[in-house]
C-alpha cells in the first residue's frame, strides 16, 4: 500500500518551534506537484482533524483557526516532501501527526475523506 512517512516529531517546551516533514518515497507520485498534501492530528481519545493544506497547481492553502499564524506548510516539489512548520507550540497542540495526500481536490481541503494516502504519523508532544 502506497504510503506517506512523517518524521520530526518529539518532545517541545511550550512556546517552541517543530517542524515535521512528509515525504512521499520511491517512485509513487510522480505528478507530485498536482497533489494536495494536508496535515492532520490527532489528540488521545479525541477525533482526527484537519491541521492544513497545501495545493501547489493551483495554488492554495487551508488552516484551521487555532493554528493560523503559527503554523505553516511549504513544500519541495523535486525532492516530493512538504513540511509542516510549527511555532509557539500549545500544550493543546500534543497528539500525533498525520500527513495524507490526494492526487486533486474534489471538494474541501478541511475534509478528511478527501484524501486518499495517508502516513502513519508522528507523535508531538508539547510540554507546559
Known amino acids: 500500500q502506497v504510503q506517506l512517512v512523517e518524521s520530526g516529531g518529539g518532545l517541545v517546551q511550550a512556546g517552541g518551534s517543530l517542524t515535521l516533514s512528509c515525504a512521499a518515497p520511491g517512485p509513487n507520485f510522480s505528478d507530485y506537484i498536482n497533489y494536495i498534501v494536508g496535515w492532520f492530528r490527532q489528540a488521545p481519545g479525541k477525533e482526527r482533524e484537519f491541521v492544513g493544506s497545501?495545493?501547489?497547481?493551483?495554488?492554495?492553502?487551508w488552516y484551521r483557526d487555532s493554528v493560523k499564524g503559527r503554523f505553516s506548510i511549504t513544500r519541495d516539489n523535486a525532492k516530493k516532501i512538504t513540511y509542516l512548520h510549527m511555532n509557539s507550540l500549545k500544550p493543546e497542540d500534543t497528539a500525533d501527526y498525520y500527513c495524507?495526500?490526494?492526487?486533486?481536490?474534489?471538494?474541501?481541503?478541511?475534509?478528511?475523506?478527501?484524501?486518499?494516502?495517508w502516513g502513519r504519523g508522528t507523535q508531538v508532544i508539547v510540554s507546559s
Open positions: 495524507a495526500a490526494a492526487p486533486r481536490l474534489q471538494s474541501s481541503a478541511y475534509n478528511i475523506s478527501e484524501y486518499e494516502y
Open positions: 497545501m495545493r501547489w497547481n493551483p495554488g492554495g492553502q
